[in-house]
């Protein structure tokens, strides 16, 4: 092995966001990971979300306040008034026709 050209090697602890801890070779001096072969979905079996950022409760957020101003526009569509009615053709022909 040339000297003075190789990073020094350290023997340091991963740690997991879900609390697992594992030893590793790397150069680095620490290091933190939010996710591990312990709790991803793809080795456990187990079907859950990782939400790690926040991002499902963000996603209700805007999912609720685009349901409440669908349902206010909704609520102003629902109410005509009398200057909006407009007679349609087949409302004119059943009136000429009943006549
Ligand atoms: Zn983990």
């Known amino acids: 092995m040339k000297k003075g050209i190789h990073p020094k090697l350290n023997t340091i602890t991963v740690n997991c966001a879900c609390g697992y801890k594992f030893e590793t070779h790397t150069t680095l001096n ?5 996710i591990c072969s312990n709790c991803h979905p793809f080795y456990t079996g ?15 957020r805007k999912r609720d306040l685009a349901q409440a101003n669908a349902a206010s526009k909704k609520s102003e569509k629902s109410l005509p008034t009398e200057t ?3 007679p349609t053709l087949k409302d004119i022909f059943n009136q000429t026709s009943t006549n």
Do not use: A, C, P, S
């Open 46 to 60: 187990q079907e859950r979300f990782i939400d790690t950022e926040g991002r499902i409760d963000k996603f209700n």
């Open 30 to 34: 620490k290091l933190v990971v939010e």
């Open 84 to 86: 909006q009615y407009k």
